[in-house]
Each structure stands twice: as C-alpha cells, then as structure tokens.
C-alpha cells in the first residue's frame, strides 16, 4: 500500500499534492520571519530522517529534497516574493527591503556594540581577514551566527549543511579539486537551477565553471566554511568522485573509450592539481635540483677527470647541472 508522506508523516491534510511551500514546511501563508521558516525545516528534517533506514527510504530522501527546496526557497528574498506573487500575493510598490551589512547586523542583533563592531573592522583591516572571521576570532559570535549575518549581508540564504542531503547524481560531475579549490558543495537541481553551497560569495569562475558542467546556471546558499569543508571531506573522498567525473567526461564517443584501453593514462595538468599535489610536486622538484647538482659533481670528478683524464673538473657543473636545474625548475617548481 501506497504511503501519503504528506498527510502520514507531516500531517498535512488532504488537498494539493504536491503541496506549497507553507503548507510542506507547516507555515501560515506568506510567513516572513526567517528564524521560524529555519525552524520548522530544522524539525521536520529530523522526523523524515527517521525514515530513511527502512522500507520507504527513497520516499523519505524524495521528501527531504522537496523540505530543502522549500526551505531554501522562502529565505531567499527575491525568490521568495515571485513565489508569494504566484499563490495571489500582493505586495506594496512604495519600495524593497533594506539589506543590513554584516557589520551593523551585529549591532542590531545584541552580538556586539557599536564601539566592538568598529574594533572588529579595524581587526579584520589590521590582519587581511574578513570581518566574520575577525568577529569569530574577536568571540563576538560564533561562525555559525557570523555566517548568518554574512548570509544576509549577501542577501542569501543561510543553510545547515549537516540537514542536507546532496544529490549523488549532482556531486558526479565535478571532481574534487573544483570543490576543495572554491570551497563549495554542489546540492541539487531546483527549477533548472543548480544550487551550491558556499563558504563564499562565488566568483565568476565558479558560476562559469558550474555553468558549463551542468548547463544550468547555479545560485548560491551560504554555509559555514567548516561545514563546507567537512561535506568536501565526507562526499569527496579521495578516489570516491573525481574517477566517476573523469568517466563522464571521457564518455561522449566510443572510439574515446577504446583508444583511452590503448594510450597510457595522461599526466594530470597541472591547473587541476590540489593544493597538497602542488606541494608534492614542488618538494620533488627541489629533490631534483639537489641531485642535479651532486650527480653533475660525480661525473665531473669520476668520468671527466679519472676517465678521460681532462683537466676540466667543472665542465657537468658548468653545462650540464643548469640545464637540468632549468628544466626541473620550469616542469616542476615554476608551474
């Protein structure tokens, strides 16, 4: 027997299937307040997730996406007014919403005074930091508080990433490079739309990149760059996607996949090496100059001069040690 997920588990009564925003997260029409909108979906999240390790787990992760969805949809302002505009909403032309800076957001919401907001600006000039970061390092709020004002600030919603469940099928086609580089999580297609958390405000390589990956335009939902990073570390293991994002990108052609059989394995460029590669590379490349050096030194001292018997006990190390220190240095420390 068929099971209602709407009425059974959120007790939501007959009517509409799918239901509305409001009515999925247990809200009274057109509710504004941002807190109760995070709330809700913050309890409903936890009941649905009772579900997922039995019998009707593709219900509940169905389910789940269509709460995050919701959610994240009635905290971003502007989309929120279309949607309220679809069910009948009318709305006063006299003029938009104010959007508060990190820095008097703090201020209006107890966080710190106005004498503590200025000390933490000159803080995060002082340091090269920024000023949700200078706040956290202040301890005028913790990064999760900081990350909401940061959110507003940008006029983004704010999520918990520890309530999200990413699409499988979404984080597949970007490797784990892409992410850990631009500190973000690919979530899930909504309406033609990719949506990605971020530490961040995104960049225009970022949007561009996605852009092209999944040939839909991304909007962003910012987190805290811990969460991010830990949703990096847990969806992105290494050897866990960045094979399966290579097999989709060699994938167009079959005459690709058997001479791919037949060709040694390409050497990684160097743009899509990690941050860790990148050292790794560097390291062996000094190793390299080093030993440069010394083996121009042997042969000068066992093959020129014992040998041949020249009288030119620097010739290697004249000749040959700079042109294997240039091209060690071009190929592997330069790059």
Request: charged share 25%.
């Amino acid at each position: 027997m068929a099971v209602d997920v709407y009425k059974d588990w959120l007790g939501i009564p007959d009517g509409p299937r799918p239901p509305d925003h409001y009515a999925l997260l247990r809200l009274v029409q057109f509710e504004d307040d941002v807190e109760k909108i995070s709330k809700n979906y913050t309890r409903l999240n936890a009941h649905v997730r009772k579900y997922a390790g039995g019998q009707y787990s593709n219900e509940s992760q169905n389910l789940l996406n269509e709460l995050a969805r919701a959610m994240l949809c009635l905290k971003d302002l502007g989309r929120k007014k279309e949607y309220d505009s679809s069910l009948g909403r009318e709305f006063d032309e006299a003029g938009g919403a104010v959007v508060a800076t990190l820095a008097d957001w703090i201020v209006d919401e107890g966080h710190a005074t106005a004498d503590q907001r200025d000390e933490a600006e000159s803080f995060a000039d002082a340091r090269g930091l920024s000023l949700r970061d200078a706040i956290v390092q202040m301890k005028l709020a913790d990064i999760e508080t900081a990350t909401r004002g940061y959110a507003l600030e940008l006029g983004r919603p704010y999520v918990n990433l520890a309530e999200m469940i990413p699409d499988d099928s979404v984080l597949d086609l970007v490797p784990r490079n892409i992410v850990k580089r631009h500190q973000c999580l690919p979530l899930f297609a909504d309406d033609d739309v990719l949506l990605v958390a971020c530490a961040y405000e995104p960049s225009p390589d970022l949007e561009e990149d996605m852009q092209l990956r999944y040939g839909m335009p991304m909007r962003a939902v910012i987190a805290t760059p811990l969460s991010v990073n830990q949703a990096i570390a847990k969806y992105f293991a290494p050897g866990m996607r960045d094979e399966a994002a290579g097999e989709q990108a060699a994938a167009p052609t079959s005459k690709q996949k058997k001479s791919a059989k037949k060709t040694a394995p390409k050497k990684k460029p160097a743009s899509q090496l990690t941050g860790d590669e990148i050292q790794q590379r560097k390291l062996l490349g000094w190793i390299l100059v080093c030993w440069s050096v010394v083996g121009s030194a042997a042969l000068d001292y066992f093959v020129v001069s014992k040998v041949f018997g020249w009288n030119l006990s620097y010739l290697a190390v004249l000749i040959l040690a700079p042109v294997a220190c240039f091209f060690i240095w071009s190929n592997y420390i330069k790059k």
